[in-house]
T-cell receptor, first 113, second 115 residues
């Protein structure tokens, strides 16, 4: 399995609080992605990064921000969590723009009460 | 924007039955296609991928998929399923954006294999 560590693995928090999820990779891959998984929707791309300090929005980016100050770390922040952001969040990495599959972390289950 | 449709949301099969899961995508350009599997409580794992060449691709655990360009389809097949194949299966299309690649997933098919 690809060296991807997501932390925390589980988190319960209250509406309105800030939340930061971390994705750490040991593969030195250039591309990193954050997805959320919800029943009936599959996985949807939130934000992605194509290099240090280079990020862009995905399909469902509203309410989320990201940062990548080092190759190995990609942070996802919910500035003010809402109940609609209760989900399972997956980080993925790849070492090529298109012709390689993405490899996924174990996910973070986030509940916002 | 590209989209992926998986029409079978929940499939129940007996062990040794044959499996075919449908996947259709909408995108007019060059695509890379994937099938991922998610076992209960686990992360997504790659089953197989298609980039170019032979439209019939073989993956792990006896799975295969056929890319039919004229039908915009990439259906997953397995001749004889096992109880351990119980999982959720996702089809995905990967489109190069110029800066990175974006994976668009279908909504998934939950496969339940009974003994």
């Amino acid at each position: 399995d690809a060296g991807i560590t997501q932390s925390p693995r589980h988190k319960v928090t209250e509406t309105g609080t800030p939340v930061t999820l971390r994705c750490h990779q040991t593969e030195n891959h250039r591309y990193m992605y954050w997805y959320r998984q919800d029943p009936g929707h599959g996985l949807r791309l939130i934000h992605y990064s194509y290099g240090v300090k280079d990020t862009d929005k995905g399909e469902v980016s509203d309410g989320y921000s990201v940062s990548r100050s080092k190759t190995e770390d990609f942070l996802l922040t919910l500035e003010s969590a809402t109940s609609s952001q209760t989900s399972v969040y997956f980080c993925a990495i790849s070492d090529h723009r298109a012709n390689q599959p993405q490899h996924f972390g174990d996910g973070t289950r986030l509940s916002i009460l | 924007a590209q989209s992926v449709s998986q029409h079978n949301h929940h499939v129940i099969l007996s062990e040794a039955a044959s499996l075919e899961l449908g996947c259709n995508y909408s995108y007019g350009g060059t695509v890379n296609l994937f099938w991922y599997v998610q076992y209960p409580g686990q992360h997504l794992q790659l089953l197989l991928k298609y980039f170019s060449g032979d439209p019939l691709v073989k993956g792990i655990k006896g799975f295969e998929a056929e890319f039919i360009k004229s039908k915009f389809s990439f259906n997953l097949r397995k001749p004889s399923v096992q109880w351990s194949d119980t999982a959720e299966y996702f089809c995905a299309v990967n489109v190069d954006t110029g800066t990175a690649s974006k994976l668009t997933f279908g909504t998934g098919t939950r496969l339940q294999v009974t003994l």
